[in-house]
Each structure stands twice: as C-alpha cells, then as structure tokens.
C-alpha cells in the first residue's frame, strides 16, 4: 500500500476515534475540547479550567490525548502490514 494510502487509512482512523469520544464525552456530560476553548473565548482559560469538573480535565487531558496517540499507533502497525 502506498504512503499517501497509509497516512489517509490512519487519518481517518485517528478521526472515527475522535467521533466516538466526543460523542461517549458529550452523552456523559464530560467537556470536550471544542467546550473548554468556547468556554475559554468567553470566561478566560484560567477561570474555564477552574471550573471544569475533575472527570473533564481527567478525560480531556490524559484519556483522550491517549485514545488517539492509540489510534495512530495501531493504524501505525495495522497499515505497516499491508
């Protein structure tokens, strides 16, 4: 498979991960990014973050950064193989 195949296939990968942890973030009232940097352009980052809920930071911060590093490393070895 070609390098241009490859990088699409892992995009688009990386995006359907994207989509679902919104969608699972947005059904259990967790902020997603496009939240907090709405929330920022209004109150301030600062005062945003203060007021964020502990399960938001925890899944904006650590889960979510991780789900799609995952996502890319698996679309990584996945697409290597062909």
Known sequence: ?????????SGVLIFLTALL??????????STWYDLIKEAGEWGITNTIKTQ?????????????????????LGRIFFNKS
């Open 1 to 9: 498979m070609n390098i241009v195949l490859k990088l699409f296939f």
């Open 21 to 30: 942890f919104n969608m699972f973030a947005t059904h259990f009232g967790i």
């Open 53 to 73: 809920k502990a399960a938001s930071l925890i899944f904006l911060f650590l889960v979510y950064p991780f789900a799609l590093g995952a996502a890319g490393y």
